[in-house]
């Protein structure tokens, strides 16, 4: 999280194609200063190999960034066999070399075959999961290797985009929490070899694309009102959930943290609005009572257009 005191109050999403040799939070320090923002936050960081979209969380927007690590993902990734480092991609130390195996498309596409559906996977060492209060890449920059439980990611499919000598490039899509280097490295020894990261890009997340992401260097060409023309509502990553509607008093009282009852059917997480201004989410029981959960301060239609 991202916060400056002489900036200004900006409420969105903006959808960022990362460059290559950047850390997500570089990304996101640049692109907070081209909107003079008070607020912003990341939905899941990308190494600085990796390209690719990186939704933008600014002001209220950062409050549903937390609900976005849940997304599932999409990459196209590109691995060369026979070559491990200790980062897991190009720009770690080589720790190992193999033969490459010689293998056609039938014996790949049945070794890939074997990581679809619900697999475990053992987390890398450079990785920022934590180990008594320090993240691993900590650990692992000072020489230290930490035993790490195998732990159960989804992958909802895997395409072979192409292979041509050690390099495979494949399009996957899979859950939270899966990390695409340490899947292209067991690939690697499925195959009898090794494997490293050449190239990643994510090309999805949740409901966003990278077709609506813009480069830094786009959004610098653009002016101001371009740049805020482009931000994506606070509650769209939220379309999933159902939307309940209240009347102004029921509002004032959710605003204020009070339970209200509604005429709504069904129960759990809902989206709640006042004349179609989103006011937060909250819990539906089963007997219409209404919880707010985490409630938004923006601005409704009207006030914005009278500044």
Not at 287 to 301: R, T, Y
């Amino acid at each position: 999280m991202a916060k400056s005191k002489s900036g200004r109050d900006v409420d969105g999403i903006v959808l960022l194609d990362k460059g290559q040799g950047v850390s997500s939070n570089q990304a996101l320090q640049a692109v907070r200063r081209l909107f003079n923002a008070n607020k912003a936050g990341h939905t899941g960081a990308l190494d600085p190999l990796a390209t690719g979209l990186l939704p933008l969380c600014f002001g209220e927007a950062t409050k549903v960034s937390g609900l976005m690590l849940d997304d599932d993902k999409r990459y196209q990734v590109t691995f060369r066999l026979g070559i491990m480092t200790d980062t897991g991609d190009a720009e770690g130390q080589v720790i190992k070399t193999m033969m490459v195996p010689e293998f056609d498309q039938a014996s790949l596409q049945h070794c890939l075959s074997q990581f679809t559906g619900d697999i475990l996977q053992v987390p890398p060492m450079y990785s920022a999961l934590k180990f008594q209060g320090r993240k691993l890449y900590e650990l692992a920059r000072e020489g230290k290797t930490i035993d790490r439980a195998a732990r159960q990611v989804r992958i909802d499919h895997i395409e072979l985009l192409g292979f041509s000598g050690a390099d495979i490039t494949l399009d996957v899509a899979c859950s939270k929490g899966t990390y695409i280097r340490s899947l292209a490295e067991d690939i690697g020894h499925a195959l009898g070899s090794c494997a490293t990261v050449t190239a990643l890009r994510r090309i999805s997340a949740g409901l966003f694309s990278i077709e609506h992401a813009h480069t830094m260097e786009q959004l610098k060409a653009m002016s101001d009102a371009q740049r805020l023309a482009l931000m994506i509502a606070v509650d769209t990553p939220l379309a999933d959930l159902p939307a309940v509607e209240v009347r102004n008093g029921d509002a004032l009282k959710i605003q204020q943290g009070q339970q209200v009852m509604i005429e709504a059917s069904g129960t759990g997480r809902v989206r709640i609005y006042c004349h179609q201004h989103f006011l937060g989410l909250g819990e539906l029981s089963l007997n219409g009572k209404l919880a707010p959960k985490k409630l938004f301060n923006l601005k409704a239609a009207d006030d914005a257009s009278s500044e």
